[in-house]
């Protein structure tokens, strides 16, 4: 230890420890001490030459230290040039080279990258040293196993003490100093890692150049002065020079004004919001784009003279508009201005900061705090290691902008396309605690500027989907709004041109799932509207192609709807089979509505049948609960069919007990007045206790079906025992849980009971599953009753909340 000891204080007394030292001082400190002196002399900003030739200075000062360095190891002024030139030379130039590598790797790998540039930055280098050791040591001749032994230990000790330490120590101190964003700060930083280089070098260069010296032994010899000298030696010194040069060239400042620069950054930002928006980031791109598009446009008006009604919000928000704003409206106190964006921290951008230095150098005379505050900006820039900047002149590059905002412009539609889908994807809030809207955020509003933007453009397909995407999945609105609605009836008009468009467009080239994607699309969208005669035509058509049950069970549904009864029967009566309950229900009900009593209640019996006997009779029990409500209530369209049965078509239906206590059930629970009942009578009291028992029988054959127990609620409500009927609703909904007419069932009954949250929630969920209109399910209004309880049912719900917080109950 005491050996190695004496070597290293050895290492750092000579003459030729200092001179290294100030290689390293010349690469790492001087270049910047020189521009922050040439930045406080001139106070603005430095010419990028002025930069690059500060550089230069500073690598030739690095070079003259490196002469003085070989002079001081014992060499005469010629023996140090021939050292100088075939050793020090590439010494700085693989170091220079490695710099550059590692930018490119880093910029190709990242993190990886940077450890990738500093190994083969550190190889470069250690064979650098290996070549100033043979010019240090130009009269000593070695053994290949010994040339070859001393490179490799050359790389490794260049690549641990040159690199990887400097590296680690480099971090540490950038760390230490971080948030000290002080000029003299930084150049402190810079000189620890100067003098902690110089000591990690230091005894490495001793090493490998001077320690050979005293070594020379048997199989070394020391050829003659007189050896014929060989010019292959100044190869690496030709190598080096060219590194250096092309290291000159690739960092030689390109000379781009600011206007051009400004030009670059707007389409670097529109190609990255574009990106943003292929990528699937829609918010994050339409928000970025809309900025771009804002200043974009204050350029424009600029150039062309106009107003320009920036906002205080967006000089807080946006650098770009605050600057714009000192020079299109506040030309005569624009210093002052600026000075006042950039105290209330709207602009801390370098740009802005060296206009403020340039627009301090022009004015007559300053105060002392607008003196401190030019010291300010002249720190913060020098600690950043910042000496180049500037903003185009607004008044004479105004209009250079204009190929930009036409560039920008050319984005527009993607870009309101996404806009529309990013107002979708964060839907509708108020902030309050309980929500006062559900569904998926797109609203009526949106689905009009969808429409409109369709119905302008209608040669762009995009714009015509968004539209009846957009129609299709909007929030749901009540029945008495459907003829108000207006994009109701302009729809119409889009999904018509939609689908000639995707003919037209992409009708070649997508698979035939695609095309019936879009049949299916088309047909959701004339439901929505109820156009049922334009859906029926369509869905006939549609299914000369497509043999699909989804076309095929809307087409029937639009048929029956619209009074086309036979062509209904026609298209059950193809697929009707013993599996499936709906055919039956529809051959059911077109016979009904149609007056052939006897083949509708042969159907019927089918239907009941597959109820009791299918494995997954949820389907079954729907229609025919459906089937119920077409026989025996009254609507605005058609009258029951129940008091036009004769005995013997009763009786028929009653031959199924199964059947004919499920009707029992539904005509004594929802209309018991069909007996001649008053709700004042015990003929009433009579008819719910039969609804209830015919339940019960139904239940008892086959237990999981919904609506036997929904009619179980119902008939509680009417006998006022909400708690039962809350009970019966719930079993209902275990077995079918998206009908929302059983959920808002839940709602009334929980409102009775004045359990207000559980009623708040049951109506939420009854909205959000509520179609627009009684699409397969024929429970007249529907679509208009769970809007009802808004205004109610909340208005309660917060005034229990209130009465809770204060400890007592309403």
């Known amino acids: 230890m005491k050996r190695i000891g004496e070597y290293f204080a050895g290492a750092y007394k000579n003459a030729f420890a200092r001179w290294i030292f100030g290689i390293t001082a010349s690469l790492v400190i001087l270049p910047d001490l020189i521009k922050t002196v040439l930045l406080c002399i001139k106070k603005e900003s430095l010419a990028a030459g002025t930069v690059f030739i500060a550089d230069v200075l500073c690598v030739v000062c690095a070079f003259v230290f490196a002469f003085f360095a070989v002079c001081s190891i014992g060499k005469t002024a010629k023996e140090a040039v021939a050292v100088w030139l075939k050793g020090c030379i590439p010494c700085i130039a693989a170091l220079y080279g490695g710099k550059l590598l590692t930018v490119l790797f880093v910029k190709c790998f990242g993190t990886v990258g940077e450890f990738i540039g500093i190994a083969a930055g550190g190889i470069l280098l250690g064979l650098s040293f290996y070549l100033l050791s043979c010019a240090v040591n130009s009269g000593i001749k070695r053994k290949v196993g010994r040339k070859l032994l001393l490179t490799a230990v050359c790389i490794l000790l260049a690549i641990v003490f040159a690199y990887l330490l400097p590296y ?14 002080v000029w003299c700060i930084k150049l402190i930083a810079e000189l620890v890692f100067a003098v902690f280089c110089r000591a990690m070098i230091v005894p490495v260069l001793k090493f490998v150049c001077l320690g050979n010296l005293s070594k020379a032994g048997t199989d070394e010899q020391i050829t003659s ?11 690496p010194t030709a190598v080096g020079a060219a590194v250096l040069t092309i290291c000159a060239v690739m960092t030689f400042p390109a000379t781009v004004s600011s206007s051009d620069r400004l030009k670059a950054e707007y389409y670097s930002r529109t190609n990255t919001a574009c990106y943003n928006l292929l990528g699937g980031n829609i918010i994050t791109a339409v928000n970025d784009y809309r900025e771009i598009q804002r200043e974009l446009e204050i350029w424009e008006k600029i150039a062309d003279g106009g107003w320009n009604d920036i906002s205080e919000s967006e000089i807080a928000t946006n650098q770009m508009l605050a600057y714009l704003d000192t020079y299109a409206n506040h030309t005569d106190d624009r210093l002052e201005t600026m000075e006042k964006y950039y105290t ?20 007559d005379e300053l105060t002392a705090e607008q003196k401190n505050r030019r010291t300010e900006i002249l720190t913060n820039l020098a600690a950043n290691g910042i000496y180049v900047g500037g903003l185009p002149d607004v008044a004479e590059n105004a209009a250079a902008m204009a190929e930009v905002i036409e560039t920008a412009f050319s984005y527009q539609n993607s870009f309101e396309y996404a806009e529309m889908l990013a107002k979708m994807r964060v839907g509708v809030t108020n902030g309050t605690n309980i929500a006062d809207s559900v569904g998926t955020g797109i609203t009526y509003q949106l689905v009009s500027q969808a429409v409109e933007k369709a119905l302008e453009a209608p040669e762009d397909f995009v714009w015509s989907y968004i539209a009846v995407m957009f129609y299709n999945n909007q929030e749901q609105h009540s029945l008495y709004l459907t003829a108000d609605y207006s994009d109701d009836k302009r729809i119409l008009a889009v999904v018509e041109n939609f689908e000639k468009q995707f003919e037209k467009q992409l009708g070649k080239d997508i698979t035939k799932e695609e095309r019936l994607g879009i049949k299916k699309l088309v047909m959701q969208t004339y439901l929505r509207a109820l156009a049922l005669d334009k859906c029926a035509d369509y869905g006939l058509e549609a299914l000369k192609e497509f043999d699909n049950f989804f076309i095929r069970e809307n087409t029937m549904y639009a048929l029956l709807k619209t009074g086309r009864y036979d062509e209904c029967l026609k298209l059950a009566k193809e697929v009707q089979d013993d599996t499936n309950p709906v055919p039956l229900y529809y051959a059911a009900a077109a016979t009904l509505e149609s007056g052939e009593f006897d083949a509708s ?35 605005e369209t058609t009258k029951a069919k129940y008091s036009l049965l004769s005995d013997e078509q009763i009786n028929k239906l009653n031959s199924d007990e199964f059947l004919k206590n499920y009707l029992e059930a539904y005509v004594n629970a929802c209309y018991p007045s069909y007996g001649g009942h008053s709700i004042y009578d015990d003929a009433y009291t009579q008819a719910m206790e039969t609804a209830l028992a015919a339940a019960d029988r139904v239940i008892s054959e086959r237990g999981e079906l919904c609506y036997p127990y929904y009619l179980k609620g119902v008939t509680h409500m009417q006998q006022k025992k909400y708690d039962e009927a809350v009970a019966a609703y719930k079993k209902a909904i275990d077995y079918k849980s998206d009908d929302p007419m059983i959920w808002y069932a839940l709602y009334a009954a929980y409102e009775e009971l004045e359990e207000w949250e559980n009623a708040y929630t049951a109506a939420e969920i009854a909205i959000g599953l ?36 204060k400890g007592g109950n309403e």
């Open 225 to 235: 002065a007189q050896t014929k000298k060989s010019r292959l030696g100044y190869i």
């Open 770 to 805: 509520s179609p627009w209109f009684n699409y397969y399910s024929d429970y007249e209004g529907i679509g208009i009753h769970p809007y009802s309880y808004r205004d109610g049912a909340k208005a309660m719900i917060e005034k229990q909340h209130e009465a809770s917080q």
């Open 344 to 363: 209330a921290g709207y602009i801390k951008d370098t740009d802005f900061c060296f206009d403020m230095l340039a627009e301090y150098k022009n004015a």
């Open 168 to 181: 680690i120590f480099g971090l540490g101190v950038e760390s230490a100093f971080a948030q000290k964003r």
């Open 601 to 635: 209640a042969e159907y019927v019996l089918e239907l009941a049948k597959q109820v009791k006997t299918s494995e997954y009779p949820k389907k079954a029990d729907e229609l025919l609960h459906s089937y119920f409500s077409l026989l025996v209530v009254d609507t």
